[in-house]
């Protein structure tokens, strides 16, 4: 694995590492607080997770964060979970978040495009307005600190504006993305019980206008813990009975008044795809996710007032918070609310181009979407801003690496990286000063002791492994909410390597300190022993223009078998005939291995994803296996419930 990628893709000049923050971040820390100073990212990164008090104390004071109670020490109890952090400090996200309104109040905060593709700023002097006006009148309702307060919203400016208010507040946000069905929705919000919803009235996707008024009223019904519904009309509908108006709870020209909470008072509420049982209900605190986001974005991603960060999201995924938090670098950031491909597959980077955009965050699938469909992102859009391409969703495979460097520019920094809505942030990904080697991540974060272990729990290096985080961080959860005694959440991280965060997802470390994403390891293909991940998989075979996309699965036998099927969904005209048959073994054959030749290639209609788009493998392993359609899968976390039913019927015809 370590001389797989022998010479860089790319490497940063040496001008580049020199401007970089993480490198200002890297000599400051030596002379404040013994850092090394030589050694590079390799040696501050073995500093940062060595000494982790030490770290994030200089994590704090490098981005002058406001404590406006002390803390008493960094980590009060290291254990996990349950570690305690700046125990006896108190804070708020949201006065961070609008720090730079002191200093740049004429500057936009935020740029919403929509799908005229036509930005709209909002300055940091009218954002802080807003959020000041409406954080008056959530406490005139009666939010109090700890009440939840939830968000059915599209990408737009009112979502950011209702999160920093109740933030402020001391309230704890929660959101869906209005393309999620009723039942989807109060799996989550019923839940955590909120006081107040913010909802509009409709969403324009995809060149349509989707009204969404009557799955507001059964929210409504269905949630009687609401006190105040407030109505954005997004579409210009009237506001329904009993609702309040969006613009006569922002009008007011006040100040916010930030309530001051312990460092770990819950900031919102994040699901997990749950595509099996109920969503878990992610709680992650103030000062976890402030810290935490500042290192990721000023450190890793570099980000600062020259900026302007447009990451493609919902409000739906956890990418939507964390891009919320570029507010925190002082940098603008991009709300698209539309559809990835509207009018057209170049539709992200027409975005980027008129928004100047300087890092353009995507996901791995639309990065692959633009190569099959023969977009020239530097001949047709002007990226001369773009500094940085980030992917993630799923590992971005070694043809998108190419991809992007070949069709955007040759000294284009790629960042794959890789976290998930457990901690609302990456474990490894970018590193401004470090080379980006194809097919892998950087490194792992700093603060972050990212390792690849074996069942035993002994470190492996350029071998796969199981992805642990053996010492805390900072926006871990700290609890999941209706768990009282903490089972789930042990259970969803613990029970293997206790004391150990295992995430479940196949990595290797390499020996250069890069790192490999293979996939989940809950849907991993073992072969005679030979294990795989299906990202693997996945990678190879969608090389092949007739294959629009695939999934895989493992299922042991009764007999003691292995039966692993490959389906595939094909581009438009494409035909499964003998010929393709053989290519797809063949490819699969000469560039993984022979054992992972699928039993099977079969077609299928489509391939069914979570609401967020990861591709659903376990509940479609459970189906084959036997179980009906409401065991395996809990439906309303489900893109397209109807593709599931081909491999119900296939599972059936099977029996």
Known sequence: MSTANPSPLWQPTEERIAQAQITKFQAWAAEHHGAPSDGGYAALHRWSVDELDTFWQAVTEWFDVRFSTPYARVLGDRSMPGAAWFPGATLNYAEHALRAADSRADEPALLHVDETHEPTPVTWSELRRQVGSLSAELRALGVRPGDRVSGYLPNIPQAVVALLATAAVGGVWTSCAPDFGARSVLDRFQQVEPVVLFTVDGYRYGGKEHDRRDTVAELRRELPTLR?????????????????????????????????????????????????????????????????????????????????????????????????????????????????????????????????????????????????????????????????????????????FRWLHDEVREDLWIASVSGGTDVCSCFAGAVPTLPVHIGELQAPGLGTDLQSWDPSGKPLTDEVGELVVTKA????????????????????????????????DWITVTSRGSVVIHGRSDSTLNRQGVRMGSADIYEAVERLPEIKESLVIGIEQPDGGYWMPLFVHLAPGAVLDEA???????????????????????EVPGVPHTLTGKRIEVPVKRLLQGASLEKAVNVGSVDNVELLRFYEDLARKRA
């Not at 969006?246 to 749950?274: I, K, N």
């Not at 961080?473 to 903490?486: A, C, H, T």
């Not at 393709?580 to 290639?601: A, C, G, W, Y």
């Open 473 to 504: 961080m900072p926006s871990m959860p700290i609890r999941f909410w209706n768990d009282p005694d903490g089972s789930r959440y042990h259970d969803s991280y613990f029970d293997t390597y206790p004391g150990v965060w295992r995430h479940g």
């Open 228 to 400: 105040a519904v407030v109505h954005i009309p997004l579409l210009g509908a009237q506001a329904p009975e009993g609702a309040l108006e969006w613009s006569a709870l922002t009008s007011a020209d006040v100040q916010p008044v930030f309530e001051e909470v312990p460092f770990d008072h819950p900031l919102w509420v994040l699901y997990s795809s749950g595509t099996t049982g109920l969503p878990k209900a992610i709680v992650q605190s103030q000062g976890g996710i402030l810290v935490e986001h500042l290192k990721q974005l000023g450190l890793h991603c570099d980000l600062g007032p020259e900026d302007r960060f447009f990451w493609y999201t919902s409000t739906g995924w956890m990418m939507w918070n964390f891009l919320v938090s570029g507010l925190l670098t002082g940098t603008t950031i991009v709300l698209y609310d539309g559809s990835p491909g509207y009018p057209d597959t170049g539709a992200q980077w027409r975005i980027a181009e008129r928004t100047g955009a300087t890092l353009f965050g995507t996901s791995a699938a639309y990065v692959m979407a633009c190569r099959k469909a023969g977009v020239h992102p530097s001949r047709d859009f002007d990226l001369a801003r773009v500094q940085c391409v980030a992917t993630t969703g799923s590992p971005l495979p070694p043809d998108g």
């Open 580 to 602: 393709l048959l053989k290519r797809i073994k063949q490819t699969i054959r000469e560039q993984l291995s022979p054992r992972h030749v699928p039993d099977e290639v079969i």
